[in-house]
């Protein structure tokens, strides 16, 4: 089981990113797929994740309007479109897959396997 997250760099506020997660050893079709962050000096928390039972998503609340969660299952690899970047958006962000994740009404529930975690991808949004 590997995730491979990439896409990240250094982009300038008002900029766009695309990250990417392949997958490989394991059926993404039956993964909940999530995108989460951590800052530094601060908690991971969820940015946005699509439940594999129903294709309901969550989104924080500070990225809405602005990223976009999508999966191919056919390519094995689930992605987020990030425009509008701001500096609060500078993070560490990883891809997570689960069998049994939920996107809640308030955050991602259920992404608890590590071993579905993928390493992260370092997004720096500066002037």
């Known amino acids: 089981v590997q995730l491979q997250a990439s896409g990240g760099g250094l982009v300038q506020p008002g900029g766009s990113l695309r990250l990417s997660c392949a997958a490989s050893g394991f059926t993404l079709d039956d993964h909940a797929i999530g995108w989460f962050r951590q800052a530094l000096g601060k908690e991971r928390e969820a940015v946005s994740c699509?439940?594999?039972?129903?294709?309901?998503?969550y989104y924080a609340d500070f990225v809405k309007g602005r990223f976009t969660i999508s999966r191919d299952n056919a390519r094995k690899t689930m992605y987020l479109q990030m425009n509008s970047l701001k500096p609060e958006d500078t993070a560490t962000y990883y891809c997570?897959?689960?069998?049994?994740?939920?996107?809640?009404?308030?955050?991602?529930?259920?992404?608890?396997?590590?071993?579905?975690w993928g390493k992260g991808t370092q997004v720096t949004v500066s002037s």
């Open positions: 699509i439940s594999n039972t129903d294709d309901s998503t």
């Open positions: 997570a897959t689960d069998p049994h994740g939920v996107a809640g009404r308030f955050d991602c529930y259920g992404f608890d396997d590590k071993d579905y």
